[in-house]
């Protein structure tokens, strides 16, 4: 079974591979497509898949009396009504599942992100507390961002918010490009492994040792 996996693996990599770099002929180009495809289906079932695991999950928790059941009875219910309306309602020109996305899914997505502000503000407490040269540099550059981003900053000072967008476009910008340029080479890295049948632990190999 795991030889079987790191065969299609090796596949699906070849053929994206080939997509980009390649300029294939039809019949290949053709062939190529029939394996996205393939990866369009699998990844749908994996949400399938996904959307089962959950029920499981938090059905046991509704079943058994868990302390969260409420919470996991709602996650059902919600789960289950967005499937149904996407799956009888799902037109972008059906009215009920519009209002059922703005008005529940969005909303409820903007409540989230306005609740866990609060958590970024007792993170950000934390981690701005002075106890070396790099906490002091990460709090005055924090300090001068905030300041750059409110209204109250130009009050105070019109040049906050000029340093605050020199922060954010220079340093800001090369130390997110260092790290996006470092987490590119572990996706190829990683990707190589794949291809080459080295990588195991997906499959169920127990480890990504290339041992066969």
Request: net charge positive.
């Given at each position: 079974m795991i030889r079987i996996g790191q065969v299609l693996g090796s596949v699906a990599g070849i053929a994206?591979?080939?997509i980009f770099f390649l300029k294939l002929a039809p019949p290949e180009a053709k062939a190529v497509g029939m394996v996205q495809s393939m990866a369009l289906v699998i990844a749908a079932f994996a949400l399938g898949v996904g959307a089962i695991s959950l029920f499981i999950s938090h059905g046991k928790k509704v079943l058994k009396g868990h302390a969260d059941a409420p919470y996991s009875a709602v996650l059902l219910a919600s789960l289950t009504l967005m499937v149904l309306a996407g799956a009888v309602f799902g037109k972008p020109s059906d009215k009920f599942?519009?209002?059922?996305?703005?008005?529940f899914n969005n909303t409820l997505d903007s409540s989230f992100f306005a609740m866990l502000c609060f958590y970024?503000?007792?993170?950000a407490y934390r981690a701005f507390r002075i106890r070396n040269s790099d906490a002091a540099v990460f709090l005055i550059s924090g300090t001068?961002?905030?300041?750059g981003a409110v209204p109250v900053g130009a009050v105070i000072w019109s040049k906050f918010p000029d340093i605050s967008t020199w922060i954010?476009?220079?340093?800001?910008?090369?130390?997110?490009?260092?790290?996006?340029?470092?987490?590119a080479l572990g996706y190829i890295a990683t990707a190589m492994r794949i291809i080459l049948g080295m990588e195991k632990g997906m499959?169920?190999?127990?480890?990504?040792?290339?041992?066969?």
């Open positions: 994206m591979l080939a599942y519009t209002f059922m996305f703005q008005n970024i503000f007792s993170a001068l961002v905030m300041l954010l476009s220079v340093p800001n910008t090369a130390a997110m490009r260092g790290i996006l340029l470092g987490a499959f169920g190999g127990g480890g990504g040792s290339g041992n066969s």
